[in-house]
């Protein structure tokens, strides 16, 4: 009985390792794959940036930045850029704003007025309401670009925020 337990046994795991070579075979990427793979999908680096940077932010009131809420609630034309990421406070529990457009070819420059005219009305925002700082982060909200994103900070911390972006965002 042992021996006819041993030979079952022996079969099975025959049967086990022959099945094993009939998985399908994945291929590597070619070196040009992964050259042309800028090494996540597109909008997935901000929005990997933006869960990071707001995942200690305690300030309550944080809404998503999209196309409309530029066009509704600052004014702005959405002709001149192709992406907008970024999230914002709507101001009654401080500021803690990081917006990210990318611009569509030849529109750099109104690009950054629209970042400037954003830094504006927050400022004008608190500038009779300062609630935690808020106009003075408004104030010394920076404009910068890094890669194909201008990009303005008005955040405590800007330090750290600037490190992550540079994580996630190509030069």
Same mark, same amino acid.
């Given at each position: 009985?042992?021996?006819?337990? @041993?030979? &079952? ?9 022959? @099945? ?29 940036? @933006?869960?990071?940077?707001? &995942?200690?932010? !305690? ?17 702005? !034309? !959405? ?45 004008? @925002? &608190?500038?009779?309401? !300062?609630? &935690? ?39």
């Amino acid at each position: 009985m042992q021996r006819l337990l @041993l030979i &079952f046994s022996c079969i099975i795991l025959v049967i086990l390792f022959a @099945l094993q070579g009939f998985q399908p075979q994945y291929q590597l990427p070619t070196v040009e794959q992964m050259e042309e793979d800028p090494g996540f999908p597109e909008g997935s680096g901000p929005e990997e940036a @933006l869960t990071e940077i707001y &995942f200690d932010v !305690d300030i309550l009131g944080v809404e998503e930045v999209t196309s409309q809420v530029l066009v509704d609630r600052f004014g702005l !034309d !959405d002709s001149h850029w192709s992406s907008v990421y970024g999230r914002y406070t709507n101001g009654r529990f401080g500021i803690a704003d990081v917006f990210l457009i990318r611009p569509r070819p030849g529109h750099e420059d109104e690009v950054r007025e629209c970042l400037e005219t954003i830094k504006l009305a927050r400022m004008n @925002l &608190f500038r009779n309401f !300062d609630v &935690f700082g808020a106009y003075s982060l408004a104030e010394n909200g920076s404009i910068y670009q890094r890669g194909d994103y201008y990009i303005l900070l008005m955040i405590d911390n800007e330090d750290r925020v600037r490190e992550i972006l540079r994580n996630y965002l190509p030069r």
